[in-house]
């Protein structure tokens, strides 16, 4: 009887043990999101493309990269671009990002949204399994006026820090 008692803390600890070794990532990578960079895609067609044309204003989506670099000061200054959905071998990376975007527009939108205005809740997130270079699409839900438009796009991280980059882009 004495015996059993042993073995069965030592059976679930055996068995936590073979759980963690095969599936618990190997390290944990923190990362500090140094930079974005915004890029206006086009979703016209059946696939979504970076454009420097001017784009429908139905179609109209911004593509965010984040560039992150390592919180180690062993990893120098090497910078990546980061995609939250992908894997990244047995690591698991936590980040100082947070997913809520604040989008401005410098110029005016349509007669409801005049430039300085808040307009993120006019887009959605997308699924970057459209745009897989992309760590995050912002999708516009809402009609601009036909046009430039610049947007500014506020990226807000978990220690205070806000990346924020413009863009530009005709829509029609």
């Not at 073995?7 to 990532?25: D, E, G, W």
Request: a negative charge; glycine letters at 4%.
């Amino acid at each position: 009887m004495y015996a059993m008692k042993i073995k069965t803390p030592l059976l679930c600890l055996l068995i936590s043990f073979m759980f963690c070794a095969t599936s618990c990532p190997d390290d944990l990578l923190y990362v500090q999101l140094v930079d974005i960079e915004l890029y206006n895609l086009d979703f016209s067609g059946e696939k979504m493309t970076e454009s420097s044309e001017p784009i429908k204003k139905e179609a109209y989506v911004i593509g965010i990269k984040y560039l992150v670099k390592h919180d180690y000061e062993g990893f120098g200054d090497k910078t990546w671009y980061y995609h939250p959905d992908k894997e990244y071998g047995n690591s698991e990376i936590i980040t100082n990002i947070k997913r809520n975007p604040t989008v401005l527009t410098l110029s005016d939108f349509n007669e409801d949204y005049p430039a300085g205005s808040d307009i993120s809740h006019l887009f959605t997130y997308g699924r970057s399994d459209y745009y897989e270079e992309m760590s995050l699409l912002l999708v516009l839900n809402a009609v601009p006026d036909p046009g430039i438009h610049s947007f500014k796009v506020k990226l807000p991280t978990e220690n205070n820090l806000i990346i924020e980059e413009i863009i530009e882009t005709t829509l029609y």
